[in-house]
């Protein structure tokens, strides 16, 4: 499937505001919230966040609003349709990708299996 027909990935209002306060506090308007996948995890594949400033040739830079989210040719075809959604609860605060690609996840909700 070429990148150009992949579905989006999106960033929930939640997940937004969040990165956007991130950002606003390391005082660099250029960073994003970077999403990858890499084979390993409970399930198969493992999610990992970071931010960055940089777009690589290969990388997708989505418009969420007040923050962005960029994500490599190669993890987006595991990501396409997925959302980012940040959970701020009692127990844990964190960002959480419901993936509709995922058959299986593990219970720590950091990685995932596809079909």
């Given amino acids: ?4 027909t992949i579905p989006d990935v999106s960033l929930s209002p939640q997940a937004a505001r969040r990165i956007a306060e991130i950002v606003a506090h390391e005082g660099n308007p250029a960073l994003m919230l970077r999403l990858t996948v890499s084979g390993g995890g409970c399930s198969g594949f493992q999610y990992a966040f970071s931010l ?4 690589n040739e290969d990388d997708r830079v989505f418009d ?4 962005k989210l960029v994500v490599d ?10 959302e980012i959604h940040y959970d701020d609860g009692l127990m844990a605060a964190h960002f959480t990708v419901r993936n509709p690609n995922a058959t299986a996840s593990c219970g720590c909700g950091t990685s995932f299996a596809v079909g």
């Fill in 1 to 4: 499937m070429d990148a150009a």
């Fill in 52 to 55: 960055d400033a940089a777009v």
């Fill in 64 to 67: 969420g609003g007040p923050a």
């Fill in 73 to 82: 040719e190669t993890s987006l075809g595991l990501l396409a349709g997925a």
